[in-house]
């Protein structure tokens, strides 16, 4: 399988389901050959924005940091998955301008939902106050209206939703065949 270089942005709430789809894009997507690249929240704040906090200003600095590395990675060929919550409209609009073949992936379950799950048990901190500015509830997200795709996580399953992704590739020519 050949593929173009391109950012898979996963936008959404903490515990939506960015980082299990992008995992399992992953691994389908690299059995194939592809050359890809991980980007993903923790991993990324430990070791390239470790200096930043959650203030609206940090936030904002985290994800221009990491946009210009996905746009170098996404112009050499390189297949990203970023997940990262990205909570605001114009965090979003700057990437659409500057990173080449950003394709925006809303990770959409609801809050009650989300916080349901609390994968890393977050939800629960925010609430007694240990975690302040925490999207969704003490920080706003500004959910997306110009999504490139949208998956409600709430109702379909992660192999709906990987499919969906790789039909989207597939569609558009960003892997295909030779
Ligand atoms: N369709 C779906 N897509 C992604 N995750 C799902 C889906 N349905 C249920 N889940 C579950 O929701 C949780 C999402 O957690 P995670 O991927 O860590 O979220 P995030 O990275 O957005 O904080 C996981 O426990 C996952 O198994
Ligand atoms: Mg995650």
Redesign the pocket.
């Known amino acids: 399988m050949k593929h173009k270089g391109f950012v898979l942005w ?1 936008t ?12 399992e894009i992953y691994k389908k997507l690299k059995v194939n050959g592809t050359k890809i690249e991980k980007l ?2 923790d991993v990324v704040r430990e070791n390239l924005t470790k200096d930043l906090g959650f203030s609206p200003e940090d936030r904002d600095e985290n994800i221009r940091r990491i946009g210009f590395v996905s746009n170098l990675l996404s112009k050499n060929g390189v297949a990203v998955l970023a ?1 990262f ?1 990205s909570p605001y409209i114009h965090q979003r609009k700057d990437l659409r301008a500057k990173v080449e073949n950003y394709i925006e992936v809303f ?1 959409n ?1 609801s809050l009650e939902v ?1 916080e349901a ?1 609390d ?2 048990g977050l939800y629960k901190k925010a609430r007694t106050g240990e975690i302040p500015l925490f999207t969704g509830i003490t920080d706003p997200y500004e959910a997306p209206d110009n999504s490139d795709i949208e ?1 409600r ?2 109702e ?3 192999d ?2 990987v499919n969906q992704i790789i039909n989207y590739l597939k569609k558009k020519g960003f892997i295909f065949f030779d």
Not at 14 to 23: P, R, W
């Open positions: 996963f959404g709430l903490s515990g939506s389901g960015k980082s299990t789809l992008a995992n993903d929240g997940s919550i990770v379950a989300c799950r994968v890393k998956l996580t709430d379909l399953s992660v709906e939703c």
